[in-house]
């Protein structure tokens, strides 16, 4: 009897077959789940696998060796031939007790009719109900470690699975032993030497674009889990998804604060590291009391500054911030919207400016905890974009954060000109800021290419890299982009550049910022500090003929247009950002 007379078509076959891989991925998903959480779930121990042959033998359809000579010769289409070999070898596999043959599973097909099928489809039915229902009572009755556990489990497997679009360029250990060196007793030779070993003399844009499409090639060689939920933005066009090379140094926790041309490490003097993240006095005087009638929650108040670039909006990081409220949901975020249409005044005063909002933001907080529960800590993280990293370090400067400079956390500059606008490679743009700076006379123009004063270590760029903004942070992560023509390579990486070198004239007053700078990240930490510099490789294939594209502004928006990569970097370094 062929599959076309008993009504098994190949439909039905396939459909069996995937419901019956279906069951067993289910099983092994709950089981895990169940030793995930130590716990068993009931039912589940000795459950019967159903197959085709169990279910023909229950139907009481036995396979004999001449009913499996036929089907075979139906099934490959061939005329029966060899019949005394065939049979030797049938006779072998027999069950000489009842004159039933084991044969393959595409044997029992051939004897099922649409009836018995039916039955087949209902058994296994039945079955993934019952597995279904163990599951349901497991859940209703550890509904939340199950829920944190597979949340744990997804946030594992994207760490793993996004992990691939970054590549670990340079990995660097620091700790107190190596604080000085022969040639400049500070960590700023040797970031200086390494940066300048690693800035060749060949376009980084297109050194970086060739690296990130051969990154990208590989990954599309790669297996993906196509049992997992995926991200169509991502592995739907994976030409189009960006590549970031970390440069990851992990300055370890001194002993003593190391200092050198600068003032001390804290305005109060070294930082307590059990005192970290204590609040200020002013804020816990602002606490409600604790009563006899309940007791007083404490818990962590976790916040967050976006800050805008030139020109920009408080809504331009947005798509950021929705990034980092998907790691950590309980963060409270402030989208700085005080310098909206004044971005081209003077850093002081957009400085001074962001302190009071953000301190406001803070107080408000703080004081709209009462009833059961109250702020007892908390952490201060910042993100900016453009000029907003230097309105950050400026509002880092003003007395209304004194306060809160031993919260800061983590610190998140995103193509920030930290170095100002010297050395630029790209000339259209530096006469463009020429041009604006005679017609429209922006101070923050003036002082990020440091023509507001005629002594350069007079110029506010300068003094701002002597004041102590970056060492309160515990981790300080930089993202730049060799496509992005807005903001100088260098000055985004906080790095040395070849022209700096050969530059008498302004040469040393660079590199003494540059210095300042570095010293902050790796000097006198009081916990293990994070320092990231990450280069974004975009696709900007599609934009290749755009005004945008042709003054070398696509990279510098399109960090505010996407969110791959901080999704990317987020999940990577979690810790980060939670």
Not at 216 to 235: C, G, V, Y
Not at 342 to 355: I, V
Request: include cysteine; hydrophobic fraction near 35%; aromatic fraction near 10%.
């Amino acid at each position: 009897m062929s599959s076309a007379e008993s009504g098994v078509d190949a439909k039905d076959i396939a459909l069996w077959k995937a419901l019956c891989a279906s069951r067993n991925i289910l099983i092994n998903e709950i089981q895990s789940i169940g030793r995930g959480n130590n716990r068993r779930i009931d039912g589940l121990e000795n459950i019967e696998e159903i197959t085709i042959k169990s279910i023909a033998r229950k139907l009481g359809k036995r396979l004999t060796p001449e009913t499996n000579d036929i089907g075979n010769n139906e099934l490959l289409g061939k005329e029966k031939s060899g019949s005394e070999e065939s049979t030797q070898v049938s006779t072998e596999g027999s069950e000489q007790d009842t004159g039933s043959f084991d044969g393959d599973e595409e044997d029992y097909w051939q004897m099922l009719s649409k009836t018995d099928m039916a039955e087949a489809f209902r058994a296994l039915g039945n079955q993934l109900s019952y597995i279904w229902s163990s599951f349901l009572r497991f859940h209703r009755e550890y509904n939340i470690e199950v829920f944190e556990y597979l949340r744990c489990l997804w946030a594992e497997d994207r760490s793993t699975e996004w992990s691939m679009w970054l590549v670990h360029s340079l990995e660097l250990q620091h700790n107190e032993t190596s604080n000085e060196d022969s040639e400049g007793g500070t960590h700023y030779m040797h970031f200086a030497k390494e940066s300048l070993m690693r800035t060749s003399n060949e376009d980084p844009a297109l050194t970086a674009a060739s690296s990130a499409d051969l990154h990208r090639k590989s990954i599309e060689q790669m297996k993906i889990n196509s049992r997992s939920l995926q991200d169509l933005q991502i592995f739907g066009s994976l030409s189009q998804v960006p590549v970031i090379y970390v440069e990851r140094h992990m300055i370890q926790c001194q002993k003593s604060c190391f200092v050198e041309d600068v003032a001390s490490l804290s305005l109060n003097g070294p930082l307590d590291k059990t005192k970290a993240t204590i609040m200020p006095n002013a804020a816990i005087n602002s606490l409600p009391p604790k009563t006899s009638n309940h007791v007083l929650v404490r818990r962590a108040l976790r916040v967050v500054v976006f800050v805008h670039g030139f020109q920009g909006h408080h809504l331009d990081l947005r798509l950021v911030r929705n990034q980092w409220l998907l790691i950590d949901p309980g963060a409270e975020c402030l989208m700085s919207r005080i310098n909206e249409d004044k971005t081209t005044g003077d850093f002081r005063e957009l400085g001074q400016r962001l302190a009071e909002e953000v301190s406001s933001f803070l107080n408000i907080k703080i004081s709209s905890a009462s009833g059961r529960t109250a702020y007892g800590s908390f952490r201060l993280s910042f993100v900016g974009h453009s000029i907003g990293n230097v309105i950050i370090r400026s509002a880092l400067t003003d007395a209304a954060m004194k306060p809160y400079l031993k919260n800061l956390y983590t610190y998140m500059s995103i193509s920030g000109p930290h170095l100002g606008y010297l050395y630029s490679s790209n000339t259209l743009f530096s006469s463009g800021l020429w041009l604006f700076k005679k017609l429209k006379g922006s101070p923050c123009m003036h002082q990020l290419t440091f023509t507001d004063d005629t002594d350069i270590q007079s110029c506010y760029l300068f003094k701002l890299s002597q004041e102590k903004t970056l060492e309160y942070f515990q981790n300080i992560i930089l993202l730049s982009s060799p496509q992005d023509r807005y903001v100088p390579y260098h000055s985004a990486r906080i790095q040395l550049c070849h022209a700096a070198t050969r530059d008498y004239k302004k040469g040393p007053a660079y590199r003494a910022m540059l210095k300042n700078c570095l010293n902050q990240i790796v000097s006198a930490a009081t916990t293990d500090r994070l320092f990231l510099r990450c280069d974004v490789n975009f696709d900007t294939s599609s934009q290749a003929r755009t005004l945008n594209n042709f003054i070398g502004r696509t990279a510098h928006i399109e960090f505010l247009e996407t969110c791959t990569y901080a999704r990317f970097l987020m999940w990577s370094f979690p810790k980060a950002f939670s």
